[in-house]
Structure formats: C-alpha cells, structure tokens
C-alpha cells in the first residue's frame, strides 16, 4: 500500500477513536524455492518361508483302554467261578481282577507301534521393516516484493505470482 493508498486509512482512524484497519493487497512473487526434507521411512514387509520339522508319534494313534476293561473283567469272572465258598469266590475274583488287568495291560504295548518320525513342511513368516530415506516437500520459501522492500515467508504450496497480503493499520498514541 502506497502513501497515498493510505490515506483513507489514517483519516478513518483519526476520525473513528483507535482502531486497527485491515486491507488486503497483492505483492509480486520475486520467487517460490521448494523446500524439501530428509526423513527415514520404515515400510513393514511380510517375509515367509517354508521349514522342514520333525514329528514324532508315540504307540498307537488310536490306543484304546478297551482291552484292559475287557480283561479285568473276565479275570474278575474267572476268579469269582474257581472259589468254593463266599470268602474264597471274593479272593477270587480280586485275584482274577489284577492279573486280567495285567494281562488287558500287557495285549495294550503289543499292539503299540514305536515311536515314528515324521516331517512335515510348515511355513513361517515374520514381519520385517525396509528402512529408506526419501525426500519430501515441506514447503515453498517464497520472496517477494512490497513497498519496494524485498521479504521472505515460508507457506505451504507455491503462491504462484503474486502472493495476498493482509495489511493491518493501527495508530501508534
């Protein structure tokens, strides 16, 4: 704003007690320099792989407790029939009980398998991070002219060739 632009200003705040006058002019861009910034970036990736493990099974997958209840009682029976009396039929059939069990035990581990090893192919994965730098815009270094005096700001996009300027009057008392 020239002398003569602010004329108006200065009458209206003579006239009107102390107020701030605000106005907006436009200044010619001298120029708009980019301003860029180093920064690290940290881009996770997933990373799989396929590993060969080691399975390892112990005796029969389906081993069943059936043939030691089974034996339990026909020994319990055996035993019970062999007595002659009450107390001797009891005996018995306890003694026919644990030496069915045992043998029930016993037809159980025959009929195990051993231990077999298995592999299997499993895949692993694992989240890594690429770490990279790039540039990035900051913002616009911008000079430009007004009032025959050359300034500088920083703004956010370019202002192209002129840039807006508020301007602010207040009398100083």
């Not at 102390?18 to 320099?33: N, P």
């Not at 799989?48 to 399975?55: N, R």
């Not at 644990?98 to 231990?115: E, F, K, M, T």
């Amino acid at each position: 704003m020239n002398k003569f632009a602010m004329a108006p200003f200065m009458m209206a705040l003579a006239a009107g007690g102390v107020q701030a006058e605000t106005a907006y002019e436009y200044a010619d861009v001298l120029e708009a320099r980019p301003v860029y910034r180093l920064v690290e970036v940290s881009t996770p990736q997933e990373q799989c792989w396929e590993e060969e493990i080691v399975v390892e099974t112990r005796g029969s997958r389906n081993s069943s407790n059936t043939p030691v209840v089974v034996s339990t009682i026909i020994g319990g029976a055996i035993g019970n029939a062999v007595g002659h009396n009450k107390s001797n039929k009891r005996v018995g059939a306890v003694l026919g009980a644990v030496l069915g069990h045992s043998i029930g035990r016993d037809i159980v581990r025959s009929n195990s398998r051993p231990a077999v090893r298995e592999y299997e192919v499993v895949q692993r994965c694992q989240t890594v991070y690429q770490e990279h730098e790039e540039e990035r815009l900051m913002g616009y270094q911008v000079t430009y002219l007004y009032n025959g005096e050359e300034r500088t700001i920083r703004t956010d996009s370019d202002p192209g060739d002129q840039i807006r300027l508020r301007v602010s009057v207040q009398p100083v008392l």
